[in-house]
């Protein structure tokens, strides 16, 4: 009876979890913010990761359930808020990342992209970005960004120390 009872509950938090990732894809893939000024479910500019946990719980029974248990304090964790939407963001960026690195090591032909720019607090930011021939299925240039690197000397020489320090 136990077992059973555990493994009703492991199967609950799987399934809120793949839908929380999915909201989480969803808004990465098309760009979107995902906070406003407000945590909280179903009250005012609580931005577009809860507006979307807000309308799954309209159709979707395991969403409305867990919903419910929030709202009716029968939970404390419930994964909704902004440090496991940060997590997540970082897990799948970290297997993105991986990916690509994986890609590119497999391609006969890549090269590296470095481009410096100051960011809005004049802070010299290296964008690290990679270009390789993918020639898994069709033969095809691919091109991806990997992030930016914080940088103090934007000379050759300074480039040179910190790509050898990192």
Request: proline fraction near 1%; charge should be negative.
């Amino acid at each position: 009876m136990v077992n059973k009872t555990l493994q009703k509950e492991k199967d609950h938090w799987k399934k809120v979890l793949e839908r929380i990732i999915s909201v989480v894809k969803f808004l990465a893939t098309h760009n979107l913010a995902f906070r406003g000024s407000n945590g909280r479910l179903y009250q005012n500019s609580n931005g577009t990761f809860l507006g979307l946990i807000e309308m799954l719980a309209e159709f979707d029974p395991v969403i409305q359930g867990h919903v419910n248990r929030i709202n009716n304090d029968d939970i404390h964790f419930h994964y909704l808020g902004h440090n496991i939407q940060n997590e997540l963001i970082r897990l799948i960026a970290s297997a993105i990342k991986s990916e690509i690195i994986k890609n590119v090591k497999q391609a006969k032909y890549f090269s590296v992209i470095l481009d410096c720019t100051p960011d809005v607090s004049h802070q010299e930011e290296m964008s690290l970005i990679l270009r390789y021939v993918d020639v898994s299925s069709n033969v095809s240039v691919e091109e991806c960004f990997l992030g930016f690197l914080n940088v103090n000397d934007t000379t050759g020489q300074g480039l040179l120390m910190f790509c050898s320090m990192s």
